[in-house]
Antibody
Framework: QVQLQQSGPGLVKPSQTLSLTCAIS??????????WNWIRQSPSRGLEWLGR?????????DYAVSVKTRITINPDTSKNQFSLQLNSVTPEDTAVYYC???????????WGQGTLVTVSS | DIQVTQSPSSLSASVGDRVTITCRAS??????LNWYQHKPGRAPKLLIY???NLQSGVPSRFSGSGSGTDFTLTISSLQPEDFATYCC?????????FGQGTKLEIK
């Protein structure tokens, strides 16, 4: 059964770094026709795409303009997972964070369970 | 960047009704548009991909149409489990965006 399992803290202090991990089972982070994304959802912004990592003979990343200076998404082939780091967080980064698999047609066809991350002191 | 505008932002309907939600892209995206259903406390669920293709396991009362800049999601006969928020997502090129969502409520 293919699934994504998220892990990471639910509370982060302002100015610190948000770190989440998404473990993949039943698929491979290195698969040539998939991409691995992070998306967040908040009442004020709705669903917001943050970025992705994918392998096409080498590793690539794409990031949203709104977080481009603060975000890093890394694959970990040894553990078949990928991670999100978002630096210098503020209360505006409070949201439910999802990891998701992107398949053909750019469709997000598999999602993690979601992690509510609150930025607060 | 490609932006999308959904309408309406909210909709009240009854079980058995036919409902249509519209998504307009800021530029032509051919058929590169996907639709999702989102319920509170749950991950979004893919319904339609590439404008009109039903994702495996999704009931046939859901359908999608359109190309270029104008797209629609139709639910032919609302069921109680369909009351949720629906979002469109253009998949033509990154950075990806999502529509602001249409909240479908019980009348």
């Amino acid at each position: 059964q293919v699934q994504l399992q998220q892990s990471g803290p639910g509370l982060v202090k302002p100015s610190q770094t948000l770190s989440l991990t998404c473990a993949i089972s039943g698929d491979s982070v290195s698969r040539n026709n998939a991409a691995w994304n992070w998306i967040r959802q908040s009442p004020s912004r709705g669903l917001e795409w943050l970025g992705r990592t994918y392998y096409r003979s080498k590793w690539f990343n794409d990031y949203a303009v709104s977080v481009k200076t603060r975000i890093t998404i890394n694959p970990d082939t040894s553990k078949n997972q990928f991670s999100l780091q978002l630096n210098s967080v503020t209360p505006e980064d409070t949201a439910v964070y999802y990891c998701s698999r992107e398949g053909v047609a750019g469709k997000f066809d598999l999602w993690g369970q979601g992690t509510l991350v609150t930025v607060s002191s | 960047d490609i932006q999308v505008t959904q309408s309406p932002s909210s909709l009240s309907a009854s079980v058995g009704d036919r409902v249509t939600i519209t998504c307009r892209a800021s530029q032509s995206i051919a058929s590169h548009l996907n639709w999702y259903q989102h319920k509170p406390g749950r991950a979004p669920k893919l319904l339609i991909y590439a404008a009109s293709n039903l994702q495996s396991g999704v009931p046939s009362r859901f359908s999608g149409s359109g190309s270029g800049t104008d797209f629609t999601l139709t639910i032919s006969s609302l069921q109680p489990e369909d009351f949720a928020t629906y979002c469109c997502q253009p998949s033509y090129i990154t950075p990806y965006a999502f529509g602001q969502g249409t909240k479908l409520e019980i009348k």
